[in-house]
């Protein structure tokens, strides 16, 4: 059963830092991208990073380039998405995702974690 379990988020000032985590179980790791997503009050889920099977290849929204940082460790199942310089637009429940494939895709998500940057 494929599970991922976000971790690290929090109330942070803004200029701050934050660390999130995501721990995956199920499946076997190595063999898929990783993707974070966050989703903001009444707006809709966007994706904020993404990271190859590999680690070769990461991507980033424009609004958080040069600020967030995507990694993986694959010896431990999880991946990272490193928050530098916050600003209260980040403010958002965010999301880990991968699709597996098993007979065809599936696509699963994390419960969430809250992110909040405020004063």
């Known amino acids: 059963q494929v599970q991922l379990v976000e971790s690290g988020g929090g109330l942070v000032q803004p200029g701050g830092s934050l660390r999130l985590s995501c721990a995956a179980s199920g499946f076997t790791f190595s063999r898929y991208g990783m993707k974070w997503y966050r989703q903001a009050p009444g707006k809709e889920r966007e994706l904020v990073a993404t990271i190859s099977n590999d680690g070769g290849r990461t991507n980033y929204a424009d609004s958080v380039k040069g600020r967030f940082t995507i990694s993986r460790e694959d010896s431990k199942n999880t991946v990272y998405l490193q928050m530098n310089s916050l600003k209260p637009e980040d403010t958002a429940v965010y999301y880990c995702?991968?699709?597996?494939?098993?007979?065809?895709?599936?696509?699963?998500w994390g419960q969430g974690t809250q992110v909040t940057v405020s004063s």
């Open positions: 995702n991968t699709a597996v494939y098993r007979v065809d895709w599936w696509d699963y």
